[in-house]
Structure formats: structure tokens, C-alpha cells
């Protein structure tokens, strides 16, 4: 069956860095699609990044932008998440997804399967 298991959450101080990674297992993953999302307490989940299946293009949401960087390798099944410039309003647990048709990577109802999520918490 599918797997996708996230890593590399944790606690860290405003202002510093996390790298989240999540490997897949189980299906084809240069086929796919990956993407981040998070979820706050009380909020509703929200797109981090994507990026299509090659990694020739990346999609990122506004409050990211320029902090964050999304990359891939299909050799390993692995994507990476990586987190700079981190702040209070970042903590959520963060989920990585696989997208199989790769039409609307922003939209969390593409994507096929989930992982289990990793929490990461900013500190101020």
C-alpha cells in the first residue's frame, strides 16, 4: 500500500530553520506530484508548496514565499521541505501528499494520498 512518511518536525525558536522530509513507498513516485500543507489548531489546512513531477516547477503559498523551498528526488522518493526565516504564525502540523493527476497542486482535494504529519512549532 501507499506510504508517505513525514520526518525532521520539532521545536525551534523564531527566526530559525527546519528541513521536513517525507518519504513514499508504494506507488510510481515520479508519477506524482508532491505537495505540503499544514494545519493550525482551529484552522482550516492551508497549501505550503508543490512541486510536479520532474521538479521542474515549484508552487508556493504567499506567506512562504522566499522562506521556504520545496525539492524532490526520484531516485530516493523523497521530498523536502526546507524552512528558513521561521515564525510563531508557521507552527501547524505540516502533511506531505501525493497528487497523481497534477492538475490543481494548490488544492488539497487533488491529491490522493496522505501522510500522517509532522508538528512543527515556532517559538517567540
Known amino acids: 500500500q501507499v506510504q508517505l512518511v513525514e520526518s525532521g518536525g520539532g521545536l525551534v525558536q523564531a527566526g530559525g530553520s527546519l528541513r521536513l522530509s517525507c518519504a513514499a513507498s508504494?506507488?510510481?513516485?515520479?508519477?506524482?506530484?508532491m505537495g505540503w500543507f499544514r494545519q493550525a489548531p482551529g484552522k482550516e489546512r492551508e497549501f505550503v508548496a508543490a512541486i510536479m513531477r520532474s521538479g521542474g516547477r515549484t508552487y508556493y503559498a504567499d506567506p512562504v514565499k522566499g522562506r521556504f523551498t520545496i525539492s524532490r528526488d526520484n531516485a530516493k522518493s523523497t521530498v523536502d521541505l526546507q524552512m528558513n526565516s521561521l515564525k510563531p504564525e508557521d507552527t501547524a502540523v505540516y502533511y506531505c501528499?501525493?497528487?497523481?493527476?497534477?492538475?490543481?497542486?494548490?488544492?488539497?482535494?487533488?491529491?490522493?494520498?496522505w501522510g500522517q504529519g509532522t508538528q512543527v512549532t515556532v517559538s517567540s
Open positions: 508504494g506507488l510510481t513516485f515520479s508519477s506524482y506530484a
Open positions: 501528499a501525493a497528487d497523481r493527476d497534477s492538475r490543481n497542486v494548490v488544492t488539497g482535494s487533488s491529491y490522493d494520498y
